[in-house]
């Protein structure tokens, strides 16, 4: 009986799924209604499209390296409101050896962890990473690490905040 009510439930899905057009449209018969839009307008590049595609160049540069997220305590007046989690993209400068970088990046990382609890770097209302101070101050934090001449630029990605509920 289980077979025979599974046969006639699985018929009845299949034929209202098969009326409705399949979604599929894969063939080269129109034989039936496709699911397909066809879009005649491009919408402007936003700045998030273009901070995209400047990331997207970085990383496909063999000297940059990712580190592990860096975790920024957000705070105001010296309360604490939330953390934001952060990617941060370093650019080798040239001559520097990117594999002896990547192997010291636990250290590195917690420099810059330890920098982020000294000096506030969120913003006024302590509900965002101030971005251009982060920058800033992680990248002294890198270059007094690795040394002057050992990194030529960073970039923060990737910035997912949590606030604590009070």
Known sequence: MRIFL??????????????????????SDNSGPVNRFLTLFHLP??????????????LEDPRVFTLPAVVAPLSVNGRLTGYAYVRVHVR????QNIWTMQERTHFALDAMVRAASRISLSNAEGSSLNRDLATQVWTAV?????GASAIAEIRLSGEDTRMLRR
């Open 6 to 27: 599974a046969i006639v439930l699985s018929a009845c899905f299949a034929s209202t799924a098969l009326a409705s057009g399949g979604g599929g449209g894969g063939g």
């Open 45 to 58: 590049a936003s700045e998030a499209d273009e901070e995209s595609a400047a990331e997207d160049e970085m």
């Open 92 to 95: 080798a400068g040239d001559g």
């Open 142 to 146: 890198l270059r007094d690490y690795y």
